[in-house]
């Protein structure tokens, strides 16, 4: 027997610290986040209690949605063995041990024995606060606290009660409160497999493996178990809520059965004699005793096994303890109902099998829509299902799997199938169905009768379903869908198009309506064609409240023709000859109408047209069946730059016409002077102006976008200054558009100087400023393959960034494209540059020893390396971040020789990591 222990403890030994170096390992690559609590809390807690402030749920407003020991907290809560303040937790404050024996005695369901003044029954050097006296004083005699260790005298150098309480000692009171003493003493002498193990208190390391073993506690990063360490609120909550599967203790308040119903905000629970109904609310808990996570109503399925803690008819926590169903299925064919219908027959082989029924059974049809037991028809199919937790084995459910269908149903239409002529519905129980729809179907939406086509996914809907086959859908609820036709009319509240099939529909707009017209930079209604004979075929988007939300032109009659030379022109008949790139004579009748263009000193009208129109001038002009709509002198060609020849370039316009002209006299490029056509780039996007006499090209300005830095900002004289290889160039914020990377609009007093804008400009021209968001922190995930990387900035938000394949990584004045060449942990400061390629700048690092702070300098001196190292003080950023893992520390924490990595940027400290 000797023998067969030995090798037993040798066992649980080496497993034990198997597992704890496999748990070391697994968060050194960040997969442990449900190992354990303790584990959690050590990096988490702060952060937990940070964004508590902003996401207030459950039972306490410092404890957020998803923070790692929320199911822990809400169950203990429930059970009232934890208790709040003002409605907080706290859960990253450390616990003292007399609220650990507390805690622990609630636990154990012996804390309303603890009675009387207990003042005479401690020691004198025993320090306890008054109110925890009773407890720790019924601690000792249920022997959770052993005497001979907390009153020894070397234990009574500082207030026992206040005293923080390590994680050694709560693993002791663990043992103890299970009544597992004899479990610690058995594994006293095994090592406990943490690198830390010789830390370990005389004593405690029993008890250590003991919890280690029955998964009450764990080690943390680096396989230690730091065991005097302080324990958190958060991490005793965790550590109790998990001793509760080895505890004898029976809570009043808890109970375990069948989750039978859960609808109308309660659940009700079948618990073996009878059911409860406990109401559910907001701050009902939802958990799994499968994971660490909370889950929604909806994951708990019906007839599973839960358990509830509430009081007072309320559920406080609830959780689903094994998610397999209770249940039991009969699968057969039909046969027929009894008069009295509260039986009904299948039928098979060896006979026809009775079943008996009641008001609570439900019968549905195979997409789960309520049905009447009347309708089945006989030789349908029907799958019965019966409960097995009762022993009554009661029929809940009748469901017809095959036969012939015919209702009248509200649903969503979730796809549609024009080729099949087939619609899928989910209904009103979340099951999908699927019908074709008979000839002659009716399809409508507020009175108005739809198309087939026009139907879409998402919408809500009542359909009718006869023999198998839809005859008609109801859209009651219309998402985003489209329609075309003619635009015939348009005016400043509806649309009027004619449909294919030649019928007229009018739409009313929506309050803001995009327009969408192909080679047109921004359109607008003005520039629509409706027309009885000659309007633009438009597409029209409908909102779910079938208002028009955008207009595309999908195809429109009007003829444009570029760069015709004039003829002659007629004052008294207003009849314009011209000559074609066909090289063809056409004739246009100008009219009232007739929008007249010119970007020349003179604004055109009918009666002074004539004196532009002379023999050879060039011009645009845009008709509409035997109307001209538009005539414009050419003034200016815009295009991409194509070649440069001897004395000419060629120019490609938007239409797709080549031109060939001469070269210009001036060449415009922001932020450069004294240019040539050769600084002109083939296929960069220009705009050539011509003179009045359309013969010289006098400046060629050149579109541009770059990026560059701020050297200043005026907001009294509302101007900016950006940095370019030519120096600083003023810009005057009224003349260009201000917006942020989502092309937001902001003000001028947004920017500041050193950040990067975007700069687009025509030409000397600035025409519009975009800020580029600027990213530093560290680097937390870097994926090659994907192109993707992740940083950390200094508030702990982590922002993901997806290069496309363009990235530049910059570090010590070097330059890689290999996104590879990052670190994990580095630091660096990201951006898109103007042409989308993501900027990696690398930020240096030194690691030094650090010797003073100079606050008026706003430095900090660290220690010299040699006698003639002049680097040593360090200018501090306003927003200097300085830490310690994840606690952020003050400047004036830091002491003489702590060691400290100091990361700049521009040679100013931004971050500084206390080692």
């Known amino acids: 027997m000797s023998g067969l222990n030995n090798n037993n403890h040798y066992s649980k030994g080496y497993m034990r610290k198997a597992v704890s170096v496999l748990l070391a390992g697994a968060m050194a690559l960040g997969g442990a986040e449900a190992v354990l609590a303790d584990s959690a809390a050590a990096g988490n807690t702060a952060v937990a209690a940070t964004t508590a402030a902003t996401t207030k ?176 609120r958060a991490q005793l909550a965790t550590f109790f809520s998990r001793a509760e599967a080895h505890s004898a203790a029976v809570y009043k308040n808890t109970a375990s059965g069948i989750a039978t119903d859960m609808k109308d ?17 907001s701050r009902t808990g939802y958990f799994s005793s499968a994971a660490e996570k909370a889950i929604s109503l909806s994951d708990i399925p019906l007839f599973t096994k839960v358990t509830v803690i509430g009081k007072n008819g309320a559920a406080s926590y609830v959780e689903l303890t094994d998610p397999k169903p209770q249940v039991e299925t009969i699968q057969g064919t039909f046969a027929r109902l009894s008069a009295s219908g509260n039986k009904l027959w299948l039928k098979n082989a060896d006979g026809y099998p009775e079943y008996a029924f009641d008001n609570a059974t439900s019968f549905v049809d195979a997409a789960g829509g309520s049905i009447a037991a009347s309708s089945i028809s006989e030789d349908s199919t029907v ?132 327009i969408v017209i192909p080679g047109y930079a921004k359109p607008s209604t003005a520039d629509l064609i409706a027309d009885a004979t000659y309007g633009d ?43 074609g790139s066909d090289n063809q004579a056409h004739v246009y009748q100008l009219d009232e109408n007739t929008k007249l263009i010119n970007d020349y000193d003179i604004m055109p009208t009918l009666s002074n047209i004539a004196s532009m129109l002379t023999e050879n001038r060039k011009l645009n002009i845009s008709t509409l069946g035997s109307r001209t709509l538009s005539l414009e002198v050419v003034s200016k060609y815009e295009g991409t730059l194509t070649s ?25 490029i922001f932020g450069r002077t004294g240019l040539s056509i050769a600084d002109v780039p083939v296929g960069s996007a220009v705009t050539a102006l011509l003179t009045a006499s359309q013969d010289v090209l006098t400046t060629l300005k050149v579109k541009t976008a770059q990026q560059l830095q701020l ?90 960034f997806g290069t496309g394949g363009k990235v530049k990584i910059i570090r010590d004045n ?26 990696v700048r690398v930020l240096p690092v030194k690691s030094r020893d650090f010797s003073s702070y100079d606050a008026s300098g706003g430095r900090i001196v660290v220690k010299r390396e040699t006698l003639d190292d002049e680097n040593y003080r360090f200018l501090l950023a306003p927003n200097v971040y300085i830490h310690q893992g994840d606690t952020t520390l003050s400047v004036q924490s830091l002491k003489e020789n702590d060691k400290i990595a100091v990361y700049f940027n521009n040679n100013v400290v931004v971050e500084i990591v206390k080692q």
Do not use: C
């Not at 075929?537 to 570029?562: C, H, P, W, Y």
């Not at 440069?644 to 001036?666: C, E």
């Open 383 to 514: 799958v019965i299902t019966r409960e097995t937790f009762t022993g009554q084995n009661k029929i809940l459910k009748v469901q017809v799997t095959s036969g012939v269908v015919n209702k009248a149903v509200s649903g969503t239409l979730k796809s549609l199938d024009l080729t099949a002529k087939t619609i899928t519905f989910t209904n009103a129980s979340g099951a999908d169905e699927t019908f074709k729809w008979a000839d002659g179907a009716l399809f409508s939406y507020q009175k108005a009768i739809l198309l087939p086509s026009e139907l879409k996914a998402g919408s809500a809907v009542n359909y009718k379903v006869v023999n198998n086959l839809i005859t008609s859908v109801e859209v009651t609820q219309a998402v985003e869908r489209t329609v075309q036709g003619m635009l015939t009319d348009l005016n400043g509240s509806s649309v009027v198009y004619k449909k294919a099939d030649g019928t007229r529909g009018v739409q009313l707009l929506a309050a803001s309506t995009a």
């Open 814 to 839: 070097t330059t890689s494209a290999a996104l590879g060449s990052l670190s994990l942990s580095e630091r660096a400061e990201v951006r898109k540059d103007a042409e989308g390629t993501t900027i």
């Open 711 to 800: 050297a200043y900002i005026d907001t009294a004289n509302n101007k900016l200054g950006v940095k370019t290889p030519g120096g600083i160039i003023d810009i005057y914020a009224a003349s260009v558009a201000l917006t942020d990377e989502a092309g937001q609009t902001i003000k001028l007093s947004d920017l500041k100087a050193g950040d990067y804008v975007n700069v687009s400009a025509l030409g000397s021209s600035p025409q519009s400023i975009q800020s580029v968001r600027l990213t530093t922190g560290q680097v937390t995930a870097i994926d090659a393959a994907a192109g993707t990387l992740s940083i950390k900035d200094f508030t702990g938000a982590v922002q993901a």
């Open 265 to 281: 905000g309660k659940i009700t629970l079948y618990s073996g004699a009878s059911s409860a109904v406990y109401s559910l609310n």
């Open 644 to 668: 440069v020849n001897a004395g000419t370039l060629m120019l490609k316009t938007a239409d797709g016409r080549s031109l060939t002209l001469p070269l210009p006299t001036n060449i415009e």
């Open 57 to 232: 749920t459950g039972v306490f407003t410092d404890v957020s949605s998803g923070f790692w020991a929320e199911k822990h907290i809400y169950k203990l809560a429930a059970q009232e063995i934890i208790l709040g303040s003002d409605g907080k937790f706290r859960p990253g404050d450390p616990v003292t041990q007399q609220e650990a024996v507390l805690m622990a005695l609630r636990f154990m369901k012996l804390d309303e024995q603890a009675t009387g003044a207990a003042s005479t029954a401690l020691p004198t050097g025993f320090n306890v606060s008054n109110y925890y006296k009773p407890y720790v004083v019924l601690a000792f005699q249920r022997n959770v606290l052993d005497k001979a260790t907390e009153m020894a005298p070397g234990n009574l150098k500082t207030a026992w009660g206040t005293r923080k309480a390590t994680r050694e000692w709560v693993a002791e009171l663990l043992i103890r409160a299970l009544g597992k003493t004899s479990d610690a003493q058995t594994v006293s002498s095994e090592p406990s497999g943490f690198a830390d193990d010789a830390k370990i208190s005389a004593g405690k390391r029993g008890y250590i493996n003991a919890a280690i073993d029955l998964g009450l506690t764990n080690g943390l990063s680096g396989n230690m178990f730091n065991p005097l360490g302080e324990v958190t």
């Open 537 to 579: 075929t438009v597409e029209l988007t409908l909102n779910g409240s079938d208002q028009v939300t955008k207009i595309a032109v999908v195809s429109r009659q009007l003829k444009q023709m570029f760069g015709t030379s004039v003829v002659s022109y007629n004052v008294k008949t207003r009849l314009l000859t011209v000559m």
